[in-house]
């Protein structure tokens, strides 16, 4: 055994950057039109504006890209998306889901339960801060018919905790989820509130940042 230790053995490395993710965010990834909303949708999820289509939407310029970066000791997650084309003052919910692509996913992470939505998006890009607590007061969120869209992302493992299915509580989980790509962003506006405006399935950002700081530090 070496008497010396490594020269980047350091544990404060773990607040670093870490896995980056991206998403580029479209109404063509929107699996359906909002005409198609269900019945039996709550109205909570239901639109109060005049719709556009899909192809409506892409022509007057609705897009957004997103970045996740994790830090290395997966204690949180720093999340960046800019929207094009969308009034902020229309925008009502904004989640990220599991979910592969075409499928209506539980909702893993309610912005609107980390910031103050439409302030945030007033410049044109949404900028947070996650942690645990945020993916845990997701899934304690919903009541009644909403918790069903509320109900968080299940991990298919089994666990010494018990036998029924474990929820993502971590942040580490939704990396895991991230890297299975299966996470995808989805936008909801007044007029596009059950599908969506625009959703941007998320995946590992190629080529990876160089820089490995702290953001803001």
Known sequence: VSATSPARIDARRGAEVGMV???????????????????????????????????QRAAAGHRGHGQ?????????AWIDVRV???????????????GRPGILGPILLDFA?????????????????????HIVATAAHGHGPVAAFTQGCIIPSPSLGGLAPTRVSTVAGMAAIAAEGELYFNLHTTAQTYFG???????????APAAASVPGG
């Open 21 to 55: 993710f991206e998403a580029f965010l479209s109404p063509h990834q929107e699996p359906d039109e909002e005409e198609n909303t269900p019945g039996v949708t709550p109205s909570v999820f239901r639109s109060t504006a005049p719709s556009l289509t899909r192809a």
């Open 68 to 76: 996740v970066r994790f830090s290395r000791d997966l204690s949180r």
């Open 84 to 98: 094009d084309g969308i009034d902020a003052s229309t925008v009502n919910m904004f989640h990220i889901h599991c």
């Open 113 to 133: 339960l980390t910031t103050d939505l439409r302030q945030n998006l007033s410049d044109g890009v949404l900028s947070v801060e996650v942690t645990n607590q």
């Open 197 to 207: 405006d625009i959703r941007g399935q998320i995946h590992r950002a190629d080529p």
